[in-house]
């Protein structure tokens, strides 16, 4: 298939600047894969469409106030780092702007001397790898000084980092949302579970990846960047048991997708499993775990849309898109959900 084949238009106004409050309160499309029928409601409905003895697999990963504003030892120049991954204990890959200042050796303060980064080499990719020190613990002052990583479509300020991180996020690492699980508050996980629907984790953390486009025409050629991923044994049990009694296994998000179908690709099963992920899913994938899907609105020509059409079916899910266009659903992260069962 051809990268055109998932294009849609998308009117500037559609895409969400600001989380709707309540979380749940958001919209969602629910469509029948099957059928591709469409009806709409509320994301605090999704009770309505899960049974007794599903289970829910989330993605516990927590973003990183990952974007650091700073100033150039000694001169003073403006700096922006962007902790994209930890390679070693005080050692990340990190994007910089502007980057003719960032030469090996190039030294930075952010947060007024809180945090000095030290370039210390070019990845191949063209980013950087920075040495941080301080004084005290790494996390406490990246959640004094850092800002969140929001995607490139937000140009609204976010006045509350919390609500770019799930009410379950636990394992820091990502450098983007899992988006899916933004429209769960703890009331309604609490209803789910009352209804005897289980919840599982896994960890997958989100890389700035996730926002870069598809450049290539033909789909095949496009190569997915990696990003590192855990399935504890207490899930990978509670999926198998969920199989095994004929209920629906449903994932969170594509992150959570990526995960499962990535484990079970990876060892036959699923199990207790670690490591990193470079799964590209779109048309014509055979699905091993999935039953059910929770998902934002993506970009258009995006991996993210060729996932969803791989699970629901490519005419489904363009019928679907353009339905949440002319219906006027809210856009990509902040923005309205569709439940694929």
Not at 235 to 264: M, Q, W, Y
Not at 313 to 341: I, N
């Amino acid at each position: 298939m051809k990268k055109s084949d998932f294009f849609y238009n998308l009117p500037d106004e559609l895409i969400a600047q600001t989380p709707i409050e309540p979380r749940d309160h958001s919209r969602m499309l629910y469509m029948n894969r099957k059928t591709g029928e469409v009806q709409h409601g509320h994301f605090y409905d999704i009770i309505d469409y899960l049974n007794p003895g599903d289970t829910l697999v989330v993605n516990n990963s927590r973003v990183l106030p990952a974007r650091l504003y700073g100033i150039k030892e000694h001169t003073g120049g403006a700096m922006q780092f962007l902790l994209l991954e930890q390679k070693e204990k005080d050692v990340w890959e990190v994007m910089v702007r502007p980057g003719k200042k960032a030469k090996t050796g190039s030294r930075f303060l952010f947060g007024e001397g809180l945090l000095l980064g030290e370039i210390l080499g070019t990845t191949d990719g063209g980013n950087r790898l920075a040495k941080m020190y301080y004084d005290g613990n790494f996390y406490d002052i990246l959640e004094k000084i850092g800002n969140m990583p929001l995607p490139p479509y937000i140009t609204e300020t976010l006045q509350d980092n919390e609500r770019y991180q799930t009410v379950y996020s636990k394992q820091l690492g990502s450098a983007a949302a899992p988006t899916a699980g933004l429209h769960f508050t703890t009331q309604l996980m609490d209803r789910l579970k009352e209804k005897g629907i289980a919840i599982a984790e896994v960890t997958l953390h989100v890389g700035i990846g996730t926002f870069r486009p598809v450049k290539v025409e033909e789909i095949t050629q496009h190569h997915m960047h990696s990003e590192h991923y855990f399935l504890p044994k207490e899930t990978a049990d509670l999926i198998n048991e969920t199989k095994a009694r004929g209920n629906r296994v449903i994932a969170v998000g594509t992150t959570s997708c990526r995960t499962l179908e990535s484990v079970a690709a990876k060892e036959g099963c699923i199990c207790q499993s670690e490591g990193y992920t470079d799964i590209f899913i779109y048309p014509g994938f055979k699905f091993q775990v999935l039953d059910g899907l929770i998902t934002n609105f993506h970009l258009p020509e995006s991996t993210l849309i060729m996932l969803v059409s791989a699970f629901a079916g490519y005419e489904h899910t363009m019928r679907a898109y353009d339905v949440a266009v002319k219906e006027k659903y809210r856009f990509f992260s902040f923005g309205d959900a569709m439940l694929l069962l």
